[in-house]
């Protein structure tokens, strides 16, 4: 037989039931907290209509959507037509002859969807929390993958915002409950397009928004560069790096605001951005918040649907990028033929909080454990009665399992080890005989001999 090369594809990773564990404890985190704030789940497809998604991320976003090949191309008519439209997707154009589908690239452009789709039956404001795969064609790297997790949570039907104050709430209290030090970024893209218009071109408006969102990458030379080399003059840079300086006051909103105005404040956008952002931090004063909201000019996220306030996650204490990410959108279902329903969210990079948890060592001991009790195996008859023993523990939701076939205490005890199960029970013939077990704590070393009719009372923490 030839020598099979399996692999996996490269960006995509598998899961053992370790990880899987970890990532749960991060869900279920995450997943609690959108429900303590009223948020329901909702699902939808892997993939979308490929009109759905093209045009809605920008010109990068754009590149990385992954298109599906169309079905059928099995006949030669179709077979020859395609090799014409792949001439065309060559060039960077779309056609339906090659496909007409592509996997889901985040979950706010679906969710729009499902809201222009579904409006008239929906209670708004209608709140929304989505926990699915999502797929990018990126570049992988640490904490950059192609296929990964999103938990987004959306507040859609309201103008108010008590959202934007609530959802950075859910961010620190999420954050603050997997003990992972962070910071909360907060800008307006209201004050990137007064930016456009200060400069005297709002056409500009997606080209700044695009450079800025580089800086931390590429830093600010090279966002000058960039700048120019998308048409904008000397003086527009000037006053583009005018603004983004104003970030070297960061720690202290009330200055940043000020400098900003000076900037910004004669112009309608500018000023509303301000007000909003004010607005929303005094609403979070009076919350005793475990980290910082922190106003970053720099931010500008350069997804085209943001209209308001934005949020970026920044983890401290470890090299990565945004772990969390989100903002106001006004008119997204508008792009589906349904105007007029504003909305607002955040989104969690599970993936790399995975990441930073695993660097800081912050997930509790207790997710290691999957099985609480192995029930040895030691021969027929002692394996039935730990085997109806064994349901009693289960009827009281104790995790448990009894060993599949009867072996030496050694194999046993090295099948408990590998999988950190920190209890076991064993029923020898002496127990038996004697209608009794032996508890041993793995962990400690410690054993001790019970009834059998005690065992489902016995407490495995």
């Not at 404890?25 to 490929?50: C, K, S």
């Not at 009693?392 to 194999?411: G, I, M, P, S, V």
Request: hydrophobic letters at 35%; glycine letters at 6%.
């Amino acid at each position: 037989m030839a020598k099979v090369n399996v692999s996996i594809p490269q960006g995509t990773r598998d899961f053992g039931p370790d990880v899987v564990r970890k990532r749960n404890y991060i869900f279920n985190t995450i997943r609690n907290v959108f429900e303590l704030y009223g948020f329901q789940p909702l699902e939808t497809p892997a993939m979308e209509n490929l009109d759905t998604l093209m045009g809605k991320y920008g010109e990068e976003g754009n590149k990385l959507i992954f298109k599906i090949l169309n079905n059928g191309l099995d006949n030669p008519a179709k077979r020859e037509k395609a090799r014409e439209d792949f001439e065309k997707i060559l060039e960077g154009k779309n056609t339906e002859g090659i496909t007409e589908r592509a996997l889901k690239y985040d979950l706010t452009i679906p969710f729009a969807r499902y809201v222009a789709l579904n409006h008239n039956q929906l209670t708004f404001p209608f709140k929304r929390y989505q926990i699915q795969p999502v797929w990018r064609a990126d570049r992988p790297a640490r904490g950059r993958y192609r296929e990964f997790y999103q938990c987004d949570a959306d507040v859609v039907g309201s103008f108010s915002l008590l959202n934007e104050v609530e959802l950075v709430i859910i961010y620190a209290t999420v954050f603050e409950q997997l003990k992972i030090p962070v910071e909360i970024k907060i800008n307006n893209r209201k004050l990137l397009t007064a930016l456009a218009e200060v400069c005297g071109d709002i056409n500009k408006m997606m080209d700044i928004t695009i450079a800025i969102d580089k800086l931390d990458k590429i830093g600010l030379e090279k966002v000058k560069e960039e700048l120019s080399h998308r048409d904008l003059n000397k003086d527009q840079v000037n006053t583009i790096s005018k603004y983004l300086s104003t970030a070297e006051y960061s720690g202290d909103n009330k200055t940043v605001i000020e400098e900003l105005k000076k900037i910004l404040g004669n112009n309608k956008n500018g000023k509303e951005g301000l007000d909003e952002l004010q607005s929303i931090l005094e609403r979070l004063h009076d919350v005793a918040l475990k980290c910082k909201v922190l106003i970053d000019p720099t931010l500008a996220r350069g997804l085209n649907y943001y209209t308001g306030a934005i949020f970026e996650i920044k983890a401290l204490q470890v090299k990565m990028c945004s772990i969390g990410g989100g903002g106001r959108y006004d008119d997204l279902t508008g792009l589906f033929g349904v105007p007029n329903i504003p909305g607002v969210g955040i989104s969690f990079g599970v993936d790399r909080i995975y990441d930073v948890m695993e660097e800081l060592k912050l997930f509790p001991e207790e997710v290691h454990t999957g099985t609480q009790v192995l029930f040895f195996n030691l021969g027929e008859k002692e394996s039935k009665t730990a085997f109806l023993l064994m349901q009693q523990l289960r009827n009281k939701n104790t995790r448990c399992e009894l060993y599949h076939e009867q072996a030496k205490f050694d194999k046993q005890f090295k099948y408990a080890e590998n999988k950190n199960i920190p209890y076991a029970v064993i029923i020898g013939s002496k127990e038996l005989e004697e209608k009794t077990c032996v508890v041993k704590d793995l962990r400690k070393g410690e054993q001790q001999t019970l009834p059998a009719n005690k065992l489902a009372d016995f407490s495995f923490i």
